[in-house]
């Protein structure tokens, strides 16, 4: 079975610009989160989603959104990029309710540099 | 707000120590607590899961340990190994959820 899997691996873009960030649960998994690691830092949570609905945010501008689709993958938005913004963005994958209820899977994750 | 904090920040041993790293919460209304490891530059992998109900989880050499009353978890790691390099991370919550601070572990040969 394949396992959590983001796309794009790695990209570069510069500050004022969007970028959108892509995750696939594991099958039979219905909840996603996200979550973003600074460089030397641990990871701060972003946003869970269960069943196409927002379960949970964390402390983070309304410039990041996500959504999940039907299929269960879900996408990570963030509007008007600032140099900060640059990270690793992770996504985990568990099979239901609240992520913290469950044995989660995490993705390589996403390497955002903004210039 | 919960904050969950990790002691030491950084522990450094030769291989075959038993170790132990701690991870304190403030808020006790928890729902589980994981650890993790990850390893450099890589995503996060799950080691063990405690429920809310439970007191103890084992999986091979590791054991950890929650008493949720006092706010702390545990991780013990037997006969530690080089392959055992890694940064380790407590995570818990409901709706937000919380990594704690991280402790970097150096298992020397």
């Known amino acids: 079975d394949a396992g959590v899997t983001q796309s794009p691996t790695h990209l570069i873009k510069t500050r004022g610009q969007h970028v959108t960030l892509r995750c696939s649960p594991i099958?039979?998994?219905?909840?996603v989160s996200w979550y973003q690691q600074v460089l030397g830092q641990g990871p701060q949570f972003i946003f869970q989603y269960y069943e196409k609905e927002e379960r949970g945010r964390g402390n983070f501008p309304d410039r990041f959104s996500a959504r999940q689709f039907p299929n269960y993958s879900s996408e990570l938005n963030v509007n008007a990029l600032l140099l900060g913004d640059s990270a690793l963005y992770l996504c985990?994958?568990?099979?239901?309710?609240?992520?913290?209820?469950?044995?989660?899977?995490f993705g390589a994750g996403s390497r955002l540099t903004v210039l | 707000k919960q904050e969950v904090t990790q002691i030491p920040a950084a522990l450094s041993v030769p291989e075959g120590e038993n170790l132990v790293l701690n991870c304190s919460f403030t808020?006790?209304?928890?729902?589980?607590l994981q650890w993790f490891r990850q390893d450099p530059g890589k995503g996060l992998t799950s080691l063990l899961l405690i429920q809310s109900s439970q007191r103890e989880q084992t999986s091979g050499r590791l054991n950890a340990s929650l008493d949720k009353s006092s706010g702390r978890s545990t991780l013990y790691i037997a006969a530690s190994q080089p392959g055992d390099s890694a940064t380790y991370l407590c995570f818990t919550g409901f709706q937000k959820l919380v990594f704690g601070t991280g402790t970097r572990l150096l298992v020397s040969p």
């Open positions: 099958s039979g998994h219905k909840s």
């Open positions: 985990a994958s568990s099979r239901g309710g609240f992520s913290g209820a469950n044995v989660l899977t």
């Open positions: 808020d006790s209304a928890i729902y589980n």
